[in-house]
C-alpha cells in the first residue's frame, strides 16, 4: 500500500506545527489512530499556548506597540485553529473521497471535540480571556472551521465579502480583510 503525500508541510515551519501536520499525515496513512493523533494534537496546542501566556504574563505592563510589532507574544488559540482547519481542509481535498483517509479525518475532529474540556488563554483586545477548545456549535459559528473551509476552496483568505443590494443599480460590496 502506498502513502498518501498530503504536501502541507513547510521545510520552514516550527516544531509544533510539524508534528501536528505529521500527525495528520499519519492519521490518513492509517498509521496512528484518530485518539492518538487527537491527543498529539491537544498537547502540542495546550502547551505552546500556557508557554505563550507565561511569556507574556512576565512582562507586566505590556504597550500597546509591543504587542503590534511582535516584540510582546501574546496567546492566541485561534492562530493554532486556523492551522487544525487548514491542515483538515487540505487533508480531505487530497484524500479521494473513497479512501478510509476521509473517515479518520471524520473521526479525528470527533476525537478532538471529546478531548476533556480545557481552556486556554486568548488575547483579545487588551485584555486575556479564556477560550474553550475544540467546542464546534452553531452557536459561536463552528469556531470558524466552515469560514476557513469556505475560504480554502475559494482561494480567498482573510476577507469577509458583504454584499448589499438595495436596487440592483446600487448594488455595492464590502470588503473587510486583514
Not at 480545557?118 to 483586545?125: I, L, N, Q
Request: aromatic share 10%; proline share 5%; with cysteine.
Amino acid at each position: 500500500m502506498s502513502l498518501i503525500e498530503l504536501n502541507i508541510a513547510q521545510a520552514e515551519d516550527e516544531a509544533g506545527i510539524k508534528q501536528v501536520k505529521a500527525a495528520f499525515h499519519d492519521l490518513v496513512n492509517g498509521i496512528v489512530d484518530p485518539a492518538a493523533a487527537a491527543q498529539v494534537i491537544d498537547k502540542i496546542i495546550i502547551d505552546d499556548s500556557r508557554e505563550t501566556f507565561d511569556s507574556y504574563t512576565l512582562l507586566p505592563n505590556p504597550t500597546t506597540e509591543q504587542i503590534q510589532n511582535g516584540s510582546i507574544h501574546v496567546p492566541d488559540p485561534t492562530g493554532w485553529l486556523r492551522l487544525l482547519w487548514d491542515c483538515f481542509g487540505k487533508a480531505a481535498m487530497v484524500v479521494p473521497y473513497n479512501h478510509v483517509g476521509q473517515d479518520r479525518l471524520v473521526s479525528l475532529l470527533q476525537a478532538l471535540q471529546r478531548m476533556p474540556r480545557h481552556k486556554v488563554p486568548w488575547f483579545v483586545v487588551d485584555k486575556v480571556v479564556e477560550k474553550e477548545l475544540y467546542d464546534l456549535t452553531h452557536a459561536n459559528g463552528y469556531d470558524y472551521l466552515k469560514q476557513w473551509l469556505w475560504e480554502l476552496d475559494q482561494g480567498i483568505f482573510g476577507f469577509l465579502f458583504v454584499f448589499t443590494i438595495s436596487n440592483l443599480s446600487q448594488a455595492t460590496l464590502l470588503v473587510i480583510g486583514p
